[in-house]
């Protein structure tokens, strides 16, 4: 009698890796029932199940707009064909050091991360980066972290919201402040997000979260005594001093940080201020990555690149660009202009965006295939046995080694090692910001995460549950809607660009909108394009909250 398959593996959405479970059969059943279907499971070890985006993953495996097969100029190819004229044209470019980029996604494994940097090399360039962009700014912290001592700390401070972005952390953070009297559970963010219904919130101004830090530290480091009446980035010197004596008085605190696109102005500096605030105070701290795999993947590929490799690109520099993992017509600013200039433009992906690149590879999910990751722990963990993949979609670890071996004759075998953190970089500058407001620009665009949407949507934004919205659409206060006399659409400037875009009700959220802001949901390109994805002063691409004005 023919078995029931069964698929231990991860959630493929973020860095929580939430343990998964894709079970089908028998697989020999000589009908084609409900039984023939995968239907989706959580791990019940685990106390905190699965977030919405985690039952996506059905509509992943099963999408009809999955790319099964490769293409070149449009027209479907067996990956033979694909990998035979990728290493012709490579061939021809590679002559020149740095004339080609390879960006890869942080939900690739070790071993394909360490893939790519051999590609890399074989490639003659060292532009090599990671995305999500924002990723990048985590890769020299070291996760002080685990679930079971999440679940029991007395203090826990979140900056960001990890509710909307990690949306299973939510139920050891409140059994965390819910296990005694006396346990705080404390939200720092530009904008209130989820987290902070159940905090006590201190809404820093966007732009100023930095800055705002750079105080704190001040202060507990023993260098400001905070005697004045000031309010420093929105915040009163009393609520300063109240924060600092929680940090210091907890006994097994954590602090945590998440960023998402558009959202966080130098999260850099954030993250560096937040390390040594969790040094002097004794709590531990942690990032919550976008990316599945991003501070392996990123610490495999080593170095900030992600700005050199933008320059490059804006100033053409270089012939060719590799994207593994995502489609850059969805994640690269204004990529039309730069496509019209490369010579060599191929990526892996998972669904075919309006535009696409020459030469495309269809890609697989973390469940459809094997690996190994770095967890939010810091263990090495294994994905477990994969699904098939769909069509000819391969992983994109036996792409690359593919490509290898057309490029240079010889097999390549990944190699997984512990890979080293990223030292911090130059100690960052903190004046204080001027203001993202001024009277051409009354407003903030700041960029906010869905819990039922993914990244930059490329995922989320493709299944069936999240087509019912499928314009870009903005949270606007309801009296600044009022009282413009806004009608349902607006279009939206920043210096960045603009677009049209859908007023969403602000019922459908659970905080409310300040009138100087306005919410985007990043997972529309027209959203995401509203931001400058320039670096910043830690010479970082990190697009942060941006001016805003509404345009009549
Ligand atoms: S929090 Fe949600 S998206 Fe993240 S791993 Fe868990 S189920 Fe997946």
Known sequence: MSSVEEYRTKCTFCSVQDDIILKRGPEKAAFFGGNSLF?????EKSKRGLCPRGNFTLELLNSPYRIRKAELFGEECSLEEAIKDSVSELKRIIEKKNNVA??????????EAYLAKKLSNDLNTELLGLFPFEDEALLSVKNDFSFMTLGESDVAMIVGDVFSLSPT?????LDARNKKRGNRLVSLDILKGRVSLFAEHFNVKPGYMSYFLSVLLDYLEGNSKLKSNETFAGISIARIKELAEVLRNSENGQILFSNIYGHFVNPYSIVSKLSRISEI??????VIPIGQNSLGVGRIIGGFNNKKIMDALKEKKIEGLIVLGGDPFEFIPKFEDIFGYLNFVLSTAFFKGSNSSECIIPSTFSFEKKGSFISLEEKIVNLGEPVSPVGDA???GDFVSDLLSALSGAKVKARVSVPK???FMKETNEKKPSSLTNKKYPFVAVGMG????????????RVKWNQQKNEPYVFINTDRVKELSLGGKVKIETPNGSSVFRIEDCGNLPFDIPEDIIAVPVHFTENAQLFLCDSDSDGIISPGAVKARIVK
């Open 39 to 43: 239907k989706l499971y959580y791990d």
């Open 102 to 111: 390879i960006l890869i996604s942080g939900n690739h494994t070790l071993e």
């Open 169 to 173: 952390l939510a139920r050891p953070i």
């Open 281 to 286: 105070t004794e709590n531990r701290f942690a």
């Open 394 to 396: 391969v992983s994109d």
């Open 421 to 423: 953190v990223l030292p």
């Open 450 to 461: 869905l819990p039922f949407h993914h990244d930059r949507g490329e995922l989320s934004r």
